[in-house]
């Protein structure tokens, strides 16, 4: 007979398998950062900066206060441990982990150059000429290729020929992420920066996946089928054929949980902490809440992210991250970073309906203090708008 759980014991379970049932670190160091990323097995990349970006959310929601530079030297240094790739959208991921996704390259690779109406078919000189570059020069960015054909015109974001054609390579697996210069990834053949075991790896299309189901479903804890899909961004169909071979290994064993309609699976590394003693604001593209049904069903939560939205139909903010206090979350704040002003702007609040304002903002506001120093800022400002910001006001005071 099937299990069932409590909501109240999956948030528990997915919030432990994330990270945040252990108390945050006294020092942060490289061992702190690596054990945290590869429990995540990957941090989401954005290049949105008005508060922060998006990477270095999930580490410092985990493990409070670090240094920024010993991230960026841990997983943008050449031939370091992390590199990027498309894992759930661009994404640092562990080099190990690279090989895994090589079916995806082959079958971009496939998808694209077999369509003669795609970029890649009809520019198939520019690329050669691209691959040349990268094997004469070493690693570059896309702004340090000199060609006539380096101009923003290409339909994704005003892209180059040449912006294009690098981001092709790197779909397929030809080119990988050399670090980062002011955010602007830099390119280079996989084989000048990855090991060349790594490189020469050859995991079966079935097993690599599997092997990723596995992962999404321990870094979940108790998560249906298309969460665990969603992680990766795997097809549902084989991700229920994977963890049906997973259940009869031992590895996760079917649950239902309260009032989610959809079967669960709960992966045996699972822990169930009696309490979540926790206050973080997790970033947009956190796999706490990136995938939104999800998180309606663990936390009653509707949260669509609004910097798409034109500014007067916005209902919260531009950048809202979500308030998560102990096991629920229990509102949103819109940040701003003024770094020329050394001012941490808190451009809107809000607290939901099963909240108290005041015991939120009491329990945010150390958190707000301690995001304050870690930005390097000097002071925090409250703006007015939303029915929590009156109530952080009042806790600082």
Not at 109 to 136: F, G, I, Q, Y
Not at 139 to 146: G, I, K, N
Not at 212 to 241: C, M, Q, W
Not at 281 to 303: K, M
């Amino acid at each position: 007979m099937v299990e069932t759980i409590s909501a109240a014991r999956a948030r528990r379970i997915a919030l432990a398998a994330q990270g945040f049932a252990r108390p945050a670190p006294d020092a942060v160091g490289a061992r702190q950062l690596n054990l945290a990323i590869d429990r995540l097995g990957l941090l989401q990349l954005d290049s949105v900066n008005v508060f922060e970006r998006s990477h270095y959310l999930p580490v410092f929601a985990r493990l409070g206060t670090y240094d920024k530079a010993h991230l960026d030297r841990l997983t943008f240094s050449r031939r370091g441990r992390y590199v990027e790739y498309w894992a759930h959208e661009a994404a640092l991921i562990p080099v190990e982990s690279w090989p895994l996704f090589r079916w995806r390259m082959e079958r971009y690779r496939h998808s694209e150059k077999d369509d003669l109406t795609s970029w890649a078919a009809s520019h198939s000189p520019m690329l050669d000429w691209l691959r040349r570059e990268l094997a004469e020069k070493g690693p570059l960015a896309a702004s340090q290729v000199e060609h006539d054909a380096n101009k923003r015109s290409g339909p994704w974001w005003g892209w180059s020929d040449v912006k294009t054609g690098l981001e092709a390579l790197f779909r397929w697996g030809e080119v990988t992420s050399a670090g980062r210069t002011r955010f602007e990834r830099v390119y280079a053949l996989a084989d000048h920066v990855l090991p060349r075991e790594v490189v020469s790896r050859d995991i079966p299309a079935r097993q690599a996946q599997k092997q990723l189901v596995e992962h999404a479903a321990r870094a979940h804890g108790v998560a249906t089928t298309s969460d665990i899909a969603d992680y990766f961004r795997l097809k549902n169909v084989p991700v229920a054929a994977l963890l049906k071979e997973l259940e009869e290994e031992g590895i996760v064993r079917p649950v239902g949980v309260e009032g989610w309609r959809q079967s669960a699976w709960l992966h045996r590394d699972a822990r169930t902490p009696r309490r979540i003693d926790a206050v973080a604001l997790l970033s947009p593209f956190d796999p706490v809440v990136w995938r939104r049904d999800r998180a309606e069903r663990l936390f009653d939560f509707h949260y669509r992210i609004e910097i798409y939205t034109p500014e007067p139909q916005r209902v919260f903010g531009y950048y809202c991250l979500p308030i998560l206090v102990d096991d629920r979350i229990v509102g949103r704040i819109d940040l701003k970073n003024d770094r020329q002003a050394g001012v941490l702007r808190v451009q809107s609040a809000w607290h939901e309906p099963h909240a108290d304002p005041v015991s939120v903002a009491e329990r945010l506001v150390p958190t707000l203090h301690a995001v304050m120093g870690w930005q390097q800022l000097e002071s925090i400002a409250v703006a007015g708008r939303g029915n929590l910001s009156r109530a952080i006001a009042g806790a600082l005071g």
